[in-house]
């Protein structure tokens, strides 16, 4: 009776089940690993040579189809990681966790003026893991930048953008520039201060165009000034857009690497005078699988712990200013880092500059003649426009501007020169382009938004709300209060901890007062401030809210005018301190 | 060992350790949430604050403590408990606050105390930006938040105004004149004994027993007409200059400038 039944179900007899079930789990393993026995999985793993002829690792390749998208080997010597670097591995991987998260915050956000900023606090503080979410993104976005400059800098300096491979470094190039525009337009979303003059700012450079200027710059806001239209303008491009256009230029990109030309040896083994029995380890073949698939996955775990160990520490948390406010403009715009150069570049006014060197020559030889071209040579224009696409386009045509068929360092040292020399280029354009150089601010002013700078927090906003409760008081600069502006008051820094972990008086109260009277008798004594006169004051507004005001009076120097400045300052003792 | 299987175990072990972390923020992840929001609304009450202070305090008094014949305190019990049945507002206080601020209120529930008597004063005006006010709905928001911050203070703060001092008699220029310093906003900076408290600008008490003497060369009727329409020409020691508007001139009628002179004239 069993036995009819086996046979009925083609159940082999006991001794045999053994074998049929690993058969059978054999024949799943092949078919989910698009080729590779349990055993073969098992040698894989061990790093052992492959158990059967041909070579199973290679039907991977043509069986499976995120396999076939990789190169079978590379050679040894393109794998050396002083080669590499693994730039172009991590820019792809960064891009690829920027998809992944950024799919996660489109559930929540939304990209509205009047909840897009509304919609950031709630994935801050209402949704599980939202804060990590957000960071990763951020973190992944700056990152990405930085990688792509770094692999596009290491192609460069080791010759890897000439032929065969031109039109890589032009993908390459194109990449590059998705990327930052991906950065630029995700600035845009979270709608607060920080996003909307950075944009504000950007989009103007292309006002000053000729004929299409305007329309170029209501095309990109949506209206004379960013608003509903122009916010899901850069919305659409940031999710949609260039995401794609990202997708197919890397696609393209990698192509040529992974299928045409493969990674570029290192000069020294393609030109250089190696020995053969070198040479040939060079060239030795360095196998997909197990070899490239291993480190991969090793650098992926490796990418991702150091990510989560960055947040982890809190050595970078995404920047959230307050609410865009159109009516009013933060005293320091500050483009993000990456395009401190082109903030650099348009302080820049090549007007001023030439007819300070022409003018002077024009009146040695005595001609009534002076080259007024201010009005012709547009600062905006020239520097906006003119000049970073043109950068530009010479960073693409560097294949078919440099002739030079050596890839050896020593044999291009007018190359390797050039570049060196625009790194500098571009480090002085960003520090030119931060607002701590060439923009001059009223030093009453100045002194007071250091206290307490309209963004972020500053000494001011950190002082522990208990040295500032029922305080009452104010303290004019340049009487003696002693060493501690409140003698008699102790407290707790925090309330459930140590209790004897007092801090007496009020020293950051005290430090913020002493920084304020500094600042301001030096600008008295060096002539910026004459008669002045100032303090700052202390009142409860709220059972737990306090305001704090600086207060500053003074004689204007070029005017003879009496002048005041203040702020208030409003502090909640709930607020966050960044301590 | 060989480097893949170096590469095996490391990554292994990198794997795990970011799980770590991942569990260890998740575990904390609770408490994040709910100490962020309690910031979040004390980032909003300072802001509120600051919106206040900029918008508000000329009607409702620099503390919220309101002004006579202008507008009610926001900081008493009154408002904080029996405010809501009186207008027989349905939901909660904050909304409330935050419904009147949008749209404004056109009639006076309180015309024998506060501004809206006749028709002509001004009532509470609308402040959303979607009403051609000049507030955001974040801004409003955040002063709603901010005057909810005063219910522990007000609980017990019986509302201290009185209708407007010395009733004024509206047939004399001396008297149309104190009608418009209480409904312009004067009284929400500058203090008159009896009529009003404001604590911005400077006193007013015996104005014009010095007045003649503040600048030399203008009578008191001029200086003190000048700093009405141009309150920079002259600035008061110990207070700031731009402080006080500087646009009476183009919302007062050349005839109530008079008449606020006059009763100003009246302040021995």
Same mark, same amino acid.
């Given at each position: ?10 159940? /082999? ?5 053994? &074998? @049929? ?11 989910? @690993? ?11 793993? #061990? %790093? ?84 990590? =979410? ?50 630029? @337009? ?49 919305? =659409? ?55 490239? =698939? ?27 200013? !307050? ?36 003018? /002077? ?28 696409? !043109? ?11 440099? #002739? ?12 390797? &020169? ?22 001059? !601010? ?15 927090? %500053? ?59 500094? #600042? ?12 002045? @006169? &100032? ?45 | 060992?060989?480097?893949?299987? $170096? ?76 405010? $809501? ?132 060369? $203008? ?50």
């Amino acid at each position: 009776m069993i036995n009819s039944l086996m046979r009925r179900f083609h159940i /082999p007899p006991r001794d045999q089940w053994r &074998a @049929t079930i690993s058969k059978i789990i054999d024949d799943r393993v092949r078919i989910i @690993t698009a080729g590779l026995s349990i055993k073969e999985l098992r040698a894989v793993m #061990r %790093g052992d040579p492959p158990t059967e002829k041909p070579n199973p690792r290679y039907k991977v390749i043509t069986t499976s189809f995120i396999a076939h998208l990789r190169p079978r080997y590379y050679p040894a010597a393109a794998t050396w990681f002083t080669h590499t670097f693994r730039l172009g591995f991590f820019t792809t991987f960064f891009f690829v966790v920027e998809v992944i998260t950024g799919v996660i915050l489109m559930v929540y956000y939304i990209p509205f003026p009047d909840q897009a900023y509304g919609s950031i606090l709630e994935i801050e503080s209402n949704v599980f893991f939202g804060e990590l =979410l957000r960071d990763i993104h951020r973190l992944g976005a700056e990152a990405m930048v930085i990688f792509s400059w770094l692999h596009l800098l290491r192609t460069y300096f080791t010759g890897s953008y000439k032929g065969p491979r031109t039109f890589t470094w032009l993908t390459g190039v194109i990449l590059l520039l998705i990327t930052a525009w991906l950065s630029f @337009t995700g600035y845009l979303l979270p709608w607060d201060q920080l996003a909307y003059w950075a944009v504000t700012v950007g989009t103007s450079i292309t006002e000053s165009g000729p004929v299409v200027g305007p329309a170029l710059n209501l095309l990109m806001r949506g209206a004379p000034d960013i608003g509903t239209g122009g916010l899901l303008r850069f919305y =659409l491009q940031h999710v949609i857009l260039f995401p794609l256009l990202a997708i197919l230029f890397i696609s393209v990109h990698y192509y040529k690497v992974s299928r045409e030309h493969s990674i570029s040896l290192p000069a020294v083994v393609e030109e250089g005078n190696v020995d053969p029995e070198k040479k040939k380890e060079a060239n030795r073949r360095i196998d997909l699988i197990p070899d490239l =698939l291993s480190h991969e996955l090793f650098l992926i775990a490796l990418g991702i712990f150091i990510m989560l160990v960055i947040l982890y520490f809190r050595l970078f948390v995404s920047p959230l200013e !307050t609410h865009a406010n159109p009516q009013q403009t933060p005293l320091d715009t500050k483009a993000p880092w990456y395009f401190w150069w082109l903030q650099g570049l348009l302080k820049i006014d090549p007007a001023a500059i030439l007819e300070s060197m022409v003018n /002077p020559i024009f009146a040695a030889f005595g001609l009534g003649f002076r080259l007024e071209v201010s009005q012709l040579l547009n600062s905006k224009f020239i520097m906006g426009l003119i000049v970073p696409p !043109t950068l530009v386009l010479i960073l693409m045509a560097i294949p078919y501007i440099d #002739r030079n068929p050596s890839r050896l360092a020593r044999k291009r040292p007018f190359a390797i &020169a050039w570049g060196v020399a625009w790194i500098f280029v571009f480090l002085a354009l960003s520090f030119m382009g931060t607002p701590e150089y060439g923009i001059e !601010t009223p030093a009453a002013t100045r002194i007071v938004q250091d206290l307490a700078p309209e963004e972020g927090e %500053g000494p001011l906003r950190s002082i522990p709300y208990e040295e500032l409760h029922n305080r009452q008081a104010e303290f004019i600069v340049g009487q003696d209060y002693g060493t501690d502006l409140c003698p008699g008051l102790a407290y707790q820094p925090d309330p459930e901890g140590d209790v004897n972990n007092v801090v007496v008086g009020c020293p950051h109260l005290t430090e913020v007062f002493n920084i304020f009277s500094e #600042r301001l008798l030096e600008a008295q004594a060096d002539g910026r401030l004459p008669e002045m @006169t &100032a303090k700052l004051s202390v009142e409860q507004f709220q059972a737990d809210l306090v305001n704090v005001t600086p207060h500053v009076e003074w004689t204007d120097p070029a005017t003879g005018k009496h002048q005041t400045y203040q702020h208030t300052y409003f502090l909640h003792a709930d607020r966050a301190t960044e301590e | 060992m060989k480097r893949i299987q $170096l590469e095996i175990v490391l990554g292994t072990i990198l794997v795990l350790l970011s799980a770590a972390i991942v569990i260890v923020l998740g575990i904390r992840e609770p408490a994040r949430l709910a100490q962020y929001e309690v910031q979040q609304r004390a980032e909003q009450i300072e802001f509120g604050a600051s919106v206040f202070t900029t918008n508000c305090v000329r009607c409702h008094g620099s503390q919220a403590q309101g002004i006579a014949g202008v507008a009610p305190g926001l900081r008493d019990e009154y408002f904080f408990t029996q405010r $809501l049945a009186e207008v027989g507002w349905q939901g909660g206080l904050e909304d409330y606050i935050i419904s009147v601020v949008t749209t404004g209120r056109q009639v006076s529930t309180r015309p024998e105390l506060y501004a809206g008597a006749t028709g002509t004063r001004p009532v509470m005006p609308t402040w959303s930006e979607k009403f051609g006010g000049p507030l955001r709905d974040d801004q409003i928001r955040a002063v709603a938040a901010f005057i909810m911050n005063f219910e522990p203070y007000a609980l017990g703060q019986v509302p201290t105004l009185q209708p407007l001092g010395p009733v004024a008699d509206e047939s004399t220029p001396e008297g149309r004149g104190q009608v418009v310093f209480a409904t312009a906003g004067c009284a929400a900076c500058h203090t008159i004994s009896g009529i009003s408290s404001g604590n911005i600008g400077p006193g007013l008490d015996g104005l014009a027993t010095r007045a003649a003497d503040s600048v030399t060369g $203008l009578t008191a009727e001029e200086y003190i007409h000048q700093s009405i329409v141009d309150p920079s020409a002259y600035v008061v020691e110990g207070f700031a200059d731009g402080l006080m508007p500087q646009n009476f001139a183009e919302i007062l009628t050349e005839e109530q400038i008079a008449d606020l002179v006059a009763f100003l004239l009246t302040l021995q």
